[in-house]
Every structure is written in C-alpha cells, then in structure tokens.
C-alpha cells in the first residue's frame, strides 16, 4: 500500500524553539495533506489541511502563525512548531489522499507520527 | 457537523472469540468509511476503506459493512487474537475533506 513517512519519530526540545517535523508521500504524489494532534488516550483533531503550492487551511481554534505548515511539492509537507512550549507536546499525525489510484480513491494514509516533547 | 460515535469505548476477549466493534455517523452523505488500527505510540494504520456505494469491504479475518441509510458501520473481527490487540478507529468522509474520527474502542485480546 501507499507509504506516508514522518520525520523525526520523536523530539525532544527546550521551551521557545522551533520544531520542523517532515511529511512524505513515497510512492505516490499527493496535492492535500492533512495534519492532526493526539493527546493522550484521545483522538485525533485535525489542525490544518496543507495544498500543494498554496496556503494552508487552519481548523478554529488553531495558531496559524505557531504551527506554520509548508507543502512545496506534491511529496512533502513541513509543519514547524515554532517557539514551543510544554503544552505543545502532543503526538503530530500527518495523513494524505492517495487520488490517482481509483480502486483507492479517497483513502487516507497516515505517517507513523512524531511525538513531541517540550521540556 | 459530522459527529462518529464508537461503541464500546474498551473491549476485552478471550483469544479465539469473534467480535463486532460498532461505529456510528450523524450526517449520512458521506463519501467513504475507513477503519484504522493505532497501536500505541504509533500512527495509524488503515485496515479497510467502504466508499459509499458499497456495503461491505473483507480482508483476512475483517469485515467491515455500511449501512449509509441508518449512519452504521461494524467491524467484524473473526477469529481474534493477542497480536489484535490495539485501538480501532473509524472515520467518515464527505468528499475531498479530512475525515471526521471517532474516539476509537480499546481492544485487548487475552491469551
């Protein structure tokens, strides 16, 4: 199947840095991306939708000038957390839509995850 | 709003027994229905995809159906196992939307 890849797994950082965490599309190219957050023993809530060559879309209640999101070619899309702190430590999902396969079509592929850890 | 409901919210069986995990959605125009696997501390893993049109998907020991009309979906799981053993979530879409999760059911499967 489709193969969604994150980078780092998992991070640990200093209250007030800035976190990049990387997600690609491996085997097949994918103009939307979506990323989430998991807290602990809960589900996952969608921050924002990236498209490839435009402006993510951000969920309410999400900052977008704190989880900067970056999607600049159809296999990779970067969200920075930026000036971190401990309550952003949350495990960051991110997810794409495999289109051109039409036995798939619609189907989402998740990355293992990055969980991150603000000290 | 879309609103998916799981039940149970936890589930434990001995190794061997089938079971039905049970996934409900309010609004009934949806695109597709995915079924996950989490384990934990790790990304999801997609076990299986319905689109609309369709009742049923099956792969290995899963079944999963659709009823669209009344917002259902089961997951079946036939012949369970201790390496089962995780968090099943399952998620609606509307069209080229992010799905809308659940809160998933603890699986435990006891040896």
């Known amino acids: 199947g489709a193969v969604v890849s994150q980078h780092p797994s998992w991070v640990i950082c200093k209250s007030g840095t800035s976190v990049k965490i990387e997600c690609r599309s491996l085997?097949?190219?994918?103009?939307?991306m979506f990323w989430y957050r998991q807290f602990p023993k809960q589900s996952l809530m969608l921050m924002a939708t990236?498209?490839?060559?435009?402006?993510?879309?951000?969920e309410q209640g999400v900052e977008k000038d704190k989880f900067l999101i970056n999607h600049a070619s159809l296999t990779l899309s970067t969200l920075t957390v930026t000036s971190a702190h401990p309550e952003d430590s949350s495990f960051y999902i991110c997810?794409?839509?495999?289109?051109?396969?039409?036995?798939?079509?619609?189907?989402?592929?998740f990355g293992e995850g990055s969980r991150l850890t603000v000290l | 709003k879309q609103e998916v409901t799981q039940i149970p919210a936890a589930l434990s069986v001995p190794e061997g027994e089938n079971l039905v995990l049970n996934c409900s959605f309010t609004?009934?125009?949806?695109?597709?229905l995915q079924w996950f696997r989490q384990d934990p501390g790790k990304g999801l893993t997609s076990l299986l995809l319905?689109?609309?049109?369709?009742r049923e998907q099956t792969s290995g020991r899963l079944n999963a159906s659709l009823d669209k009309s009344s917002g259902r979906s089961t997951l079946y799981i036939a012949a369970s196992q201790p390496g089962d053993s995780a968090t099943y979530l399952c998620?609606?879409?509307?069209?080229?939307?992010?799905?809308?999760f659940g809160k998933g059911t603890r699986l435990s499967v006891i040896a």
């Open positions: 997810s794409a839509r495999e289109l051109r396969d039409s036995r798939r079509a619609g189907e989402l592929f």
């Open positions: 085997d097949f190219q994918a103009t939307t």
């Open positions: 990236s498209n490839e060559g435009s402006k993510a879309t951000y």
């Open positions: 609004d009934s125009a949806i695109y597709n």
């Open positions: 319905i689109q609309s049109s369709q």
């Open positions: 998620a609606v879409s509307t069209g080229n939307t992010p799905l809308v």
